[in-house]
């Protein structure tokens, strides 16, 4: 029977990582801009805004008991008296740990795990965007794992959850869990029909940019977002457009192109 108190946490914190999404436009391995490649999605597309702040996770474990972690590290579990406050992340989430743990939404044979974003927080490089400083919580992404994982060794899972082993909920069933546990999710955007979204670089920027204010703000004006998610329904393909990365492409193959018709070339070296 598992228990997390024999459980191994290292195998734990691998199992429940949240993976890396793909840039919709693949990244150019040489100077880090986007080339002409787009994700390929069918049917519909649902966008959603990229909230800028940091990925926290609720693990909820077989036992019924829970783990706080960042995106990279675990926090706390249920029943420490001292946690790791980094980024203010158990605090925001330990209610929600609360309430999931109470809806039973954990105490299954399955390890679940709730993927939110933290926002909003002084703690926070873009907390300005958002407000006054008040720390919030979206839910972005739910993922089921087998309690018999925990037995594999790290190597396994971690190629496991590279080879994208997660088990995503679809959209429904996110909606649901969020509900459940008294948060919401990240704003819903769009829907639109695969053949709508652009698939070069420069219409795709255009296509962005009446999703470039938060819908999440706490207090006061909107500030801007990192971008938009971009997911198919039942999670099977899932990309990010990050108006960064569009915006620094552009601005590069504006200045080359801005070379090209004074006739400067760019010395070796520079």
């Known amino acids: 029977m598992f228990s997390l108190r024999t459980a191994d946490l290292r195998k734990l914190n691998s199992l429940t990582k949240y993976p890396s999404i793909p840039t919709h436009h693949a990244l150019d391995p040489k100077n880090g801009g986007l080339l002409e490649e787009a994700t390929q999605f069918t049917g519909t597309v649902i966008g959603t805004e990229k909230v800028d702040g940091t990925n926290g996770r609720i693990v909820l474990l077989p036992d019924g008991e829970w783990l706080i972690g ?3 590290d675990l926090l706390t579990a249920s029943g420490d008296i001292v946690h790791n406050p980094a980024l203010g992340i158990v605090d925001a989430l330990r209610g929600v740990a609360g309430r ?7 105490g299954t044979d399955e390890i679940i795990v709730l993927y939110l974003e933290v926002y909003g927080s002084t703690k926070l490089p873009a907390w300005k965007q958002y407000g006054d400083g008040a720390a919030a919580v979206r839910l972005f992404d739910v993922a089921s794992i087998g309690s018999d994982l925990p037995a594999w060794d790290l190597d396994r899972i971690s190629a496991w959850r590279q080879r994208g082993g997660q088990e995503f909920a679809d959209e429904t069933t996110l909606g649901k869990v969020a509900e459940t546990c008294g948060t919401q999710v990240t704003p819903r955007l769009f829907e639109v029909d695969a053949d709508e979204l652009p698939s070069a670089i420069e219409p795709m920027r255009a296509f962005m940019e009446p999703y470039r204010h938060t819908l999440v703000a706490t207090s006061g004006d909107p500030g801007l977002n990192e971008g938009i998610v971009l997911r198919a329904p039942d999670r099977s393909v899932i990309s990010k457009a990050r108006f960064q990365d569009y915006d620094r492409t552009l601005k590069r193959r504006a200045k080359h192109a801005g070379r090209a018709v004074t ?8």
């Open 100 to 106: 999931a743990t109470s809806a039973e939404l954990g």
């Open 263 to 270: 006739g400067v070339t760019p010395q070796a070296g520079r």
């Open 70 to 72: 960042s995106r990279e």
